[in-house]
C-alpha cells in the first residue's frame, strides 16, 4: 500500500500522542510515555556517517538471551475499506547479565517509523529517555540475513534493569494468504437470489507470523502480559452494530460504536507467548454456555458463527460437548482452567482446522460445526476431536509452552494425546481409545519408518524449518510416545508426575526434560528420562524379533527377544545416532498355552544397553504362539519365527486373537516386515484370507488399507488388478449384506463407519454397473441432485459413497459429474465441498478435470485451490495428470501457499506415487529448481524423493510376489 497512507497515519498518531500531553499531564502515565514517542529524538542521524559494526547479535536467529519481554501495551488502528493498519507497540523489558546497546525485536513486512522509535530507562514510576544510535533491520547489515531483528542501538550500553521501546508501525491485513492478520469471506445469499460478500478480519500467527503483524519478541519462551486496543473505521454503508472484535481476554468495557468506528479495550492477558495472540472482527452473533468449576467459579464459553439460522443450529453441539471436555481436563491435569472465558470461532476461511488461541480459539467451520440433521458421524466425530486437541492445548502449551520450537511436540503431541480423553468424556458411548493405535500409532509409523523422517526434538534454524516441523512426527509420534508413557507408567503414576510437571512450570516454558523429570519421581521404574530420550532424540523406531524355545525345559517356553532398527528404504549416508539406534523398550505381549488359554505376560525391559537379546523363561508353560505389543500400546513393531506366524495365522481364523487392537497391530506389523522383505509377502496376504469373517471395523479397515497398498503396487499388470477388486468386493459382500443404508441414532460409532467403508469400497470393486449396491447408491444420488436440502439426511452416513460411485459409474456424457460441479458450487457447507470435489476427482474425464484445475484457481473456488489438484492425485487414478498439473501451475500455487506447513506439503506429496528411477530423476530435476519459492515444501520434497525410492525398491523386491499371489487367486478360493 502507499506510502503517503503509512506516513500520514503514523503523523496523525503522533499528533494525537502531543494533543495528549495537554490533557494528560499528571493523570495517566502511559499516555505521558506515548508523548516521549514524539519529543525524544535521540541521535537517530548517526547512522548516515557511521554504519556501526557488521556482526552482532543479529546474526543469529535467536534473540539475546539477556533481553526479556515482560509486558505489551498495544493499539492497532484498522481500515476496513482499505485493510491497512496503523499501530502503536509498546514493550516493557528486562535486561539481565551484562550490560547492553542493542534490542532486537521481531518484524517482517511492517513499515517502521525509525524517527518514532524510543527508548526508556524504568525505575518504579520514573521513566528516563535514552538517547537512540541508530535503527536498523538485520537485512541493512547483511542481505543475505532472514533473522526479521529490528535493532535500536542505544548511545551508550545500559546496565541490568527495566526498560520500554515505543515503536510505531503501519501493516496491511493480508487478503491473499491466511496468516497473519488476513481477511477472510464468505457469500450471504438472500431470498431474491442476491448474493453479498461478507469479509471478516482474524489472526493465525503460529509459529512465526505474530511478527508481520506487529513488532514482538516473536519466540516462545518469551513470555508477557498483554494489553490490547483495537479500533476499526468502517466504510458507509456497513452496520457498525452488527459487527463486534474478540480478543484474547475479555473486554475491559463496553465497546463504543460511533461514527463508523468501533473501539474496544481488552483486559491484561496472563503471561502468554506471541503465537497465541489473537483477534477477530466479525458481524457473527453467538450461543453461549457457562461452565461451573468445582469450586464454584465459572467460564463463559461462547460459539461464534455466521449469523444464518442453519449455522447457528450447527453451533450448538460445540457448546454441548465444550463443558464436558473442560471438566475431564481439569480433572486430568488437576489445575482449573486458567482463564475467564473461552470464545470459539468459526471461520469460513483458515489456514489450518484450528489453533488454540487462548482464550479465542479460531477454526475453520468444519471443525467446529455440526449440523445434526446433515451432518455424518464421521463429521461429528471430527468436530469433537479438534474441539478436544484445541482445549487441551489451553493448559498444555499455553499454561506450559514448550521453551523453543524443537520441542513442539510438547504442545502437539500431548494434545493429539489428551484430545483422546476429551472425546471419550464428551461422548463415553463411542469408545474412542480403541481408535488410539489405529489413528494414531500407524500413521505415525508410516511416516517414521522413512530415512526421511526426523527425531522428535530437532534443532531449527530458520522460519521455513520451524513451520516444517508441524508434521506427522510431533503430532502422531509424540502423541504416541506419549500413550507409551502412561502405559508404563500406570495412570496414576502418570498423572502425579504431570500435576508436578504443570505446577512447577505454568505460566512459563519447559524443556522436555523438565516433563521426563518431573514424571521421574512418581514412576519409582525405570529411569524415565533415560528411556525417553532414546525415543526423542533419534528418529525411527525398533521392530523386535520374539523366539519360542519349548524343547531345552519341556514343559517351560524361553523367549528370547532382540531388538533392530526398522527402516524402509536404504538409511542416509550421514545417519547416525548417539544410542547407535537402539531403544529402551517395555515388551509386552499376550500369548497362547499348549491347549490352554489365552494370557497376559508381564511387561519386560528391553534396554538399548543390553546385550543383543534378553531371554524371558515362563515356568510349566508350554506356548503356542505370542503376540507382542500387547493392546498396541508401544511404538514397536514385532516380528517372530515363522512357525509362530503361522500360528499367529490361525489365531486370527479361529477367533483366538480377540482383541482389535491386537488383530490390527498383527495385521500392520505383518506388512511392514514384509514390505522389508523380514516376512514373506506372500504370507501378510495370506493372513488377510479370513477377513470375509472380519466384524470389528478397526482391524477390516486395516486390512482392505494393507490389501488395496499392495494391489497398488500391481496397478500394471491387468489381470493382477483385475483380482485385487474381485478379491475387495468378495471380501467386503459380508459386511454389506448384513446392513442396511439407513442410519441408527442408537447404533455405536463404529457401524456408520463400518457402513460407509464397506458400501464405498465395494461398489468401486465389484466393477459392475448392474450390481444392485451400485444402482442403489446411483438411485440415490439421483434423487439428492434433484433435492439437495431435503435428501442429505438420509444419506448422510452414506454421502461419500453415493458421491463417489456416481462418478466413478459415470456415464460418457459426464452427466452426474457436471450435477455434481453444480451442487459444489451451491453449497456453503464445507465439509460437503471436500466430499465433492473427492468425488469429482475421480473422473477418468481427463478433460473435465482439467477445467477442474482451472476453475479452482478462481477467487470464488471452493474449499482451497489446492484440494482440487491433490484429490485428482489422492483419489483418482490420474496421478500423471496431477503432476503434469503442478509443475505448469507451480508459480500460481506457490505464491498463495509456500509460507503454509501444511498445504504445501500436500502439494509436494502430489508425485510420491512414482515408482520408476525416471519419474524420480525428473520429479528430482524439478524440485531443485524451485528452491526460490518452495517454503514450507522443502522438507517433504525430501520425503517425496524418500518415497519415490522405497515405490522402486518395492516394485523390484514385491511385485513378482504379489502380482502371482493375486493371479493365482480363483474366486472360490476367496
Request: charged share 25%.
Amino acid at each position: 500500500f502507499q506510502h503517503y497512507y503509512i506516513t500520514n497515519n503514523l503523523r496523525k498518531m503522533q499528533k494525537r500522542a502531543k494533543i495528549g500531553l495537554a490533557v494528560a499531564v499528571g493523570v495517566c502515565a502511559a499516555i505521558a510515555l506515548i508523548v516521549i514517542v514524539v519529543v525524544s529524538t535521540g541521535k537517530k542521524g548517526d547512522d548516515q556517517i557511521d554504519p556501526g559494526p557488521l556482526d552482532g547479535p543479529w546474526d543469529n536467529i535467536r534473540l539475546p538471551e539477556n533481553i526479556a519481554a515482560k509486558a505489551y501495551t498495544m493499539t492497532l488502528n484498522i481500515n476496513w475499506g482499505t485493510m491497512n493498519y496503523t499501530g502503536v507497540q509498546e514493550v516493557t523489558m528486562e535486561v539481565t547479565g551484562d550490560d547492553t546497546k542493542y534490542f532486537l525485536i521481531h518484524t517482517s513486512g511492517l513499515v517502521i517509523d525509525k524517527t518514532a522509535t524510543t527508548l526508556h530507562k524504568v525505575v518504579g514510576d520514573v521513566v528516563t529517555d535514552l538517547d537512540i544510535k541508530r535503527t536498523f533491520m538485520d537485512t541493512e547489515k547483511k542481505p543475505e540475513l532472514r533473522h526479521d531483528f529490528y535493532v535500536v542501538e542505544s548511545t551508550d550500553a545500559v546496565p541490568a534493569g527495566t526498560y520500554k521501546m515505543i515503536i510505531f508501525f503501519a501493516g496491511q491485513v493480508q487478503t491473499e494468504k491466511l496468516t497473519g492478520i488476513y481477511r477472510s469471506k464468505y457469500i450471504r445469499k438472500y431470498q431474491d437470489d442476491t448474493e453479498v460478500p461478507i469479509y471478516q478480519i482474524s489472526t493465525d500467527f503460529e509459529p512465526v507470523d505474530a511478527r508481520t503483524a506487529f513488532p514482538c519478541f516473536d519466540e516462545p519462551a518469551q513470555k508477557a502480559n498483554w494489553t490490547t486496543s483495537i479500533k476499526v473505521t468502517f466504510p458507509p454503508g456497513i452496520d457498525i452494530n452488527e459487527y463486534n472484535i474478540l480478543s484474547n481476554m475479555p473486554l475491559k468495557e463496553a465497546p463504543t460504536k460511533d461514527n463508523q468506528i468501533i473501539s474496544a479495550k481488552f483486559k491484561e492477558s496472563v503471561p502468554m507467548s506471541t503465537y497465541l495472540v489473537c483477534f477477530a472482527v466479525s458481524d457473527f452473533i453467538f450461543k453461549e454456555a457457562v461452565h461451573t468449576r468445582a469450586d464454584g467459579s465459572t467460564v463463559l464459553m461462547r460459539v461464534h458463527a455466521r449469523r444464518e439460522p442453519e449455522f447457528q443450529a450447527s453451533a450448538s453441539y460445540a457448546l454441548k460437548v465444550t463443558p464436558a471436555i473442560i471438566k475431564e481436563y481439569e480433572k486430568f491435569y488437576k489445575v482449573n482452567y486458567p482463564l475467564e472465558k473461552l470464545d470459539q470461532i468459526a471461520l469460513p476461511e483458515f489456514n489450518s482446522g484450528a489453533m488454540e488461541n487462548w482464550g479465542l480459539i479460531t477454526y475453520r467451520e468444519s471443525s467446529l460445526l455440526y449440523n445434526p440433521v446433515t451432518s455424518s458421524t464421521a463429521e461429528k466425530q471430527r468436530v469433537c476431536s479438534v474441539i478436544a486437541h484445541e482445549v487441551a492445548h489451553q493448559w498444555f502449551g499455553n499454561l506450559v509452552t514448550m521453551a523453543w520450537w524443537n520441542d513442539l511436540w510438547l504442545n502437539e503431541g500431548f494434545a493429539s494425546f489428551v484430545e483422546y480423553y476429551g472425546i471419550d468424556a464428551a461422548e463415553p458411548t463411542w469408545n474412542i481409545l480403541d481408535f488410539f493405535y489405529p489413528d494414531e500409532v500407524t500413521t505415525a509409523m508410516n511416516f517414521d519408518s522413512s530415512p526421511s523422517s526426523h527425531p522428535i526434538s530437532v534443532q531449527v534454524s530458520s522460519p521455513e524449518e520451524l513451520s516444517g516441523l508441524f508434521d506427522t512426527i510431533s503430532y502422531r509420534k509424540g502423541s504416541s510416545i506419549n500413550w507409551m508413557m502412561q502405559k508404563f507408567m500406570g495412570d496414576e503414576n502418570f498423572a502425579t508426575g504431570l500435576e508436578n510437571y504443570i505446577a512447577t512450570n505454568k505460566y512459563g516454558n519447559a524443556y522436555m526434560v523438565d516433563l521426563f523429570d518431573a514424571l521421574n519421581p512418581a514412576y519409582g521404574g525405570v529411569n524415565v528420562t533415560k528411556v525417553m530420550l532414546t525415543w526423542t532424540l533419534q528418529m525411527g523406531f525398533p521392530y523386535v524379533t520374539a523366539a519360542l524355545d519349548t524343547t531345552t525345559t519341556p514343559g517351560s517356553t524361553i523367549i528370547t527377544l532382540e531388538q533392530n532398527r526398522f527402516l524402509v528404504g536404504d538409511a542416509k549416508e550421514d545417519d547416525n545416532s548417539e544410542f547407535g539406534y537402539k531403544w529402551h523398550i517395555p515388551f509386552s505381549y499376550v500369548y497362547k498355552v499348549k491347549d490352554g488359554a489365552v494370557e497376559t505376560g508381564v511387561t519386560h525391559w528391553l534396554m538399548a544397553d543390553d546385550e543383543s537379546s534378553k531371554t524371558i523363561t515362563l515356568e510349566s508353560k508350554e506356548l503356542e504362539w505370542i503376540k507382542g505389543n500387547a493392546d498396541g500400546n508401544f511404538y514397536y513393531l514385532s516380528n517372530y519365527e515363522e512357525a509362530t506366524w503361522t500360528a499367529l495365522a490361525s489365531a486370527l481364523q479361529n477367533g483366538e486373537l480377540t482383541s482389535a487392537t491386537d488383530k490390527t497391530s498383527l495385521v500392520y506389523d505383518v506388512f511392514r516386515l514384509a514390505e522389508t522383505a523380514k516376512v514373506d509377502y506372500k504370507k501378510a496376504l495370506d493372513m488377510t484370507k479370513y477377513a470375509k469373517a472380519e466384524s470389528e471395523y478397526v482391524v477390516l479397515s486395516r486390512i482392505l488399507s494393507e490389501v488395496l497398498t499392495a494391489g497398488d503396487g500391481v496397478k500394471s499388470d491387468e489381470a493382477a488388478y483385475t483380482e485385487l477388486w474381485k478379491y475387495v468386493a468378495a471380501m467386503l459382500k459380508p459386511r454389506v449384506v448384513e446392513m442396511t443404508w439407513d442410519s441408527n441414532e442408537n447404533e455405536p460409532i463404529t457401524s456408520p463407519k463400518m457402513r460407509d467403508m464397506a458400501l464405498r469400497n465395494y461398489c468401486r470393486a465389484v466393477k459392475d454397473k448392474s450390481d444392485a449396491y451400485v444402482v442403489e447408491a446411483l438411485n440415490k444420488f439421483t434423487e439428492f441432485a434433484k433435492d439437495p436440502a431435503g435428501k442429505k439426511s438420509g444419506i448422510k452416513d452414506v454421502f461419500t459413497t453415493v458421491m463417489r460411485t456416481a462418478i466413478i459409474y459415470d456415464d460418457t456424457e459426464n452427466t452426474n459429474w457436471h450435477k455434481m460441479w453444480k451442487l459444489l458450487q451451491d453449497s456453503d457447507w464445507e465439509a460437503d465441498q471436500r466430499i465433492y470435489i473427492a468425488a469429482l476427482a475421480r473422473s477418468s474425464n481427463t478433460t473435465v478435470l482439467r477445467q477442474m484445475i482451472e476453475d479452482s484457481f478462481s477467487e470464488d473456488a471452493k474449499a482451497g485451490t489446492w484440494r482440487y489438484l491433490y484429490y485428482v492425485s489422492y483419489h483418482g487414478d490420474n496421478y500423471d495428470l496431477a503432476w503434469e498439473l503442478l509443475q505448469s501451475r507451480w508459480d500460481e500455487y506457490a505464491v498463495q501457499y509456500n509460507t503454509t506447513s501444511f498445504t504445501m506439503g500436500y502439494l509436494v506429496q502430489i508425485p510420491e506415487v512414482f515408482d520408476t528411477q525416471e519419474m524420480y530423476d525428473e520429479v528430482k530435476k524439478f524440485f531443485d529448481g524451485k528452491e526460490s519459492n518452495i517454503g514450507t515444501g522443502k522438507k517433504t520434497v525430501e520425503e517425496t524423493l524418500a518415497k519415490i525410492k522405497s515405490n522402486i525398491k518395492w516394485k523390484k523386491e514385491h511385485f513378482e510376489s504379489v502380482k502371482t499371489w493375486f493371479t493365482d487367486l480363483s474366486l472360490g478360493s476367496k
